[in-house]
């Protein structure tokens, strides 16, 4: 079945809710989807609704609505760890890729950061990046849209770090230590954060190792940002996983 947001209407066995535009738009127009076909809506709150295209409710007119009616409700239990992801994003549509990941890795706030060496400074960007998320959600299958905490400087959202257990993205030292997975406690809230691709500064790094966070390395290279985020968030699902 394909996937479609629907986030502003209560989702309940039997009750006929109507698609937004731009996802009636999807189904009727480019889909071409007929009465009687099944869909899926999510709500991007854990969510998940099997529904049923109704028939146009004004014949003989083009149909400008999609109209479902709700055959069963799923509520998705919340994942068991909440896994906060603070990025310094990375130039253009580099940050598309980095928001598709990490939706369907499962982070669930993703809060942009400010740091010395950081080369964009969005502005305007967030509704752009709500509907990238939307869309991978729906791609996905993913019921949890991550939220986004508005652009903070590096040293405010240091500050404001409430998570359990953090990490962050880091070029190798000599005095690392590997993480182990019998080193980790079970945290219920993490945090991961990765840097721009010319890395925390040497003040940053000290500075989240002060607060407490621990060093992930994968590999002895400097990785672009779109490449560390999927490759981090897998070794920090491996080792919470353990």
């Known amino acids: ?15 006929t809710v109507e698609l937004p535009a731009a996802e009636s738009t999807h189904a009727l127009r480019v889909l071409r989807l007929q009465a009687g076909d099944r869909l899926q809506l999510l709500n991007g709150s854990g969510i998940r609704a099997e529904a049923e295209l109704l028939p146009p409710t004004n014949a003989g007119r083009r149909q400008q609505e999609a109209h479902c009616r709700i055959i069963a409700v799923e509520h998705c239990p919340e994942p068991a760890i909440a896994l906060h992801l603070y990025i310094a994003p990375p ?25 010395r060496y950081g080369v964009a400074k969005p502005e305007n960007d967030k509704d752009s990046w709500q509907q990238t998320l939307i869309a991978a959600c729906k791609q996905s299958g993913n ?12 040293h405010d959202a240091l ?21 182990q997975p019998g080193d980790l406690p079970s945290p219920h809230t993490v945090s991961l ?46 080792l919470l996983e353990h």
């Open 91 to 115: 130039r253009g549509k580099n940050m598309d890729a980095v928001l598709r990941t990490a939706t369907e890795l499962g982070v669930i706030r993703i809060t942009p950061i400010l740091c």
């Open 193 to 238: 954060w990765i840097g721009p691709e010319g890395g925390f500064s040497l003040e940053e790094d000290e500075a989240l190792r002060t607060a407490g966070l621990r060093a992930l390395t994968i590999g002895p290279w400097i990785l672009r940002v779109e490449t560390a985020v999927p490759a981090l968030l897998g070794a920090l699902y491996g």
């Open 143 to 154: 019921p949890f849209q991550p939220a986004i905490s508005p652009l903070q400087a590096f």
């Open 159 to 179: 500050a404001g770090h409430d998570a359990t257990t953090g990490f962050f993205g880091a070029v190798p030292r000599d005095n690392d230590q590997p993480i």
């Open 1 to 15: 079945m394909r996937n479609f947001y629907c986030p502003d209407q209560p989702l309940t066995p039997d009750c």
